[in-house]
Nanobody
């Protein structure tokens, strides 16, 4: 059982930056992934980034490459999503999620994650 809590959302202007945090607790095992997903009104939930920490592997959606960075502080049980050069199309509710024994092919699929946080709103506008 894993619990997650996101924070760090807010309102920024285009080109600005935000750092989202996801504090996780509970059993994570030896093979787990923490993913970031987002959902905008009228759209399906989409993958943003994920980390598979046993192998130190990270994954990014095409829209996030070069702008977003996922990282972790294991001592604090926290995963971060650093978002730079934000665009209006980044506006969404951002969720972190945990998959305890997720296979590589499901890393970017929301259905592969069993545990979810409540979400934090990110708004990018002038």
């Amino acid at each position: 059982q894993v619990e997650l809590a996101e924070s760090g959302g807010g309102s920024v202007q285009p080109g600005g930056s935000l750092r989202l945090s996801c504090v996780y607790s509970g059993y994570t095992g030896n093979r787990y992934a923490i993913g970031w997903f987002r959902q905008a009104p009228g759209k399906e939930r989409e993958f943003v980034a994920a980390g598979r920490w046993s192998g130190g592997t990270t994954y990014y959606a095409e829209s996030a490459k070069g702008r977003f960075t996922i990282s972790r502080d294991n001592a604090k049980n926290t995963v971060y999503l650093q978002m730079n050069n934000l665009k209006p199309e980044d506006t969404a509710v951002y969720f972190c999620a945990a998959g305890l024994n997720i296979i590589t092919s499901m890393t970017s699929n929301s259905r592969g994650y069993a545990y979810w946080g409540q979400g934090t709103q990110v708004t990018v506008s002038s």
